[in-house]
């Protein structure tokens, strides 16, 4: 019971956390760079895609021209790999938002 019912917080958490990102409320870099306990066990594929205008291709590509796996697990990156991946997703962030507003 005790299992259940820590998965479904993890869910709840979780989903409240894609809607945030998706909302723009929270940058997906910053999510990488803190790792919230939440988010330990989500694939970077599900984190990127809940990104406003990310698809699976979009994340797809963006995360082979870092040579990360799409279901690479956010808790198990190095600190290598996740300032890499932080910075690189800041770098894309300003320019869409800048895209989107003109």
Request: positive net charge; charged residues 30%.
């Amino acid at each position: 019971m005790q299992a259940l019912a820590r998965a479904n917080r993890v869910r709840l958490a979780r989903a409240e956390l894609k809607r945030s990102i998706a909302r723009g409320e929270i940058d997906a870099a910053e999510v990488v760079r803190d790792c919230p306990w939440e988010t330990k066990s989500m694939t970077l594929a599900e984190l990127l895609t809940s990104q406003r205008r990310w698809g699976r291709t979009r994340a797809r590509k963006f995360l082979l021209s870092l040579s990360l796996s799409e279901n690479k697990r956010l808790g198990t990156l190095t600190s290598r790999q996740r300032t890499l991946l932080s910075t690189e997703l800041a770098a894309k962030e300003p320019g869409e938002r800048a895209a989107v507003l003109v």
